[in-house]
């Protein structure tokens, strides 16, 4: 699915492993997200999704449909997204902006049972939180706590 800014989102392939290895965060992000590599764990249940932008992969994030999805919603329709990452040397560029704008048509295409995508975000990591709000997530007022602090659950209807 592509944008004028040439940006689309792909299901992983092992062919893309060598990419993902080269993937680096500033430390401050790695305390809220983890690196592709991982997070590549591939079941039925988990799909790994590289954001391309002119043949490069820029970004990467993981749509569960497992029962860990139960942590955060009711909704038996809901997928969960964890693990949203941008390259660093890829950073404000807008490719998370435009892989989450994408992410709706894609989900529709790929999982139409699917109308719900939650997700968890730490209470300190306020640039995903703008990013999220952004595109069209709300805040559900439920609460988490993760490994390193309190975390928001938002959802995003598809």
């Known amino acids: ?92 560029k807008g490719f998370a902006k435009k892989g989450m704008e994408l992410l709706k048509g894609f989900v529709n295409q790929e999982f139409p049972e699917c109308n719900e995508i939650v997700l968890a975000v730490n209470n300190r990591n306020i640039p995903a939180q703008k990013l999220y709000e952004k595109v069209g997530y709300k805040d559900t007022c439920r609460r988490k706590m993760g490994e390193i602090g309190e975390q928001l659950i938002l959802s995003l209807s598809v």
Do not use: C, W
């Open 1 to 92: 699915m592509k944008t004028l800014f040439d940006v689309e989102l792909q299901f992983y392939k092992p062919g893309n492993f060598e990419s993902l290895k080269s993937f680096n965060l500033p430390e401050e992000q790695e305390q809220f997200t983890a690196l592709p590599i991982e997070s590549l764990d591939i079941t039925h249940e988990r799909y790994p999704i590289i954001i391309v932008s002119k043949n490069e992969i820029v970004g990467f994030f993981v749509l569960h449909s497992s029962a860990r999805v139960k942590e955060y919603t009711e909704n038996p329709h809901s997928m969960l997204l964890t693990a949203l990452s941008i390259n660093h040397t890829q950073q404000g």
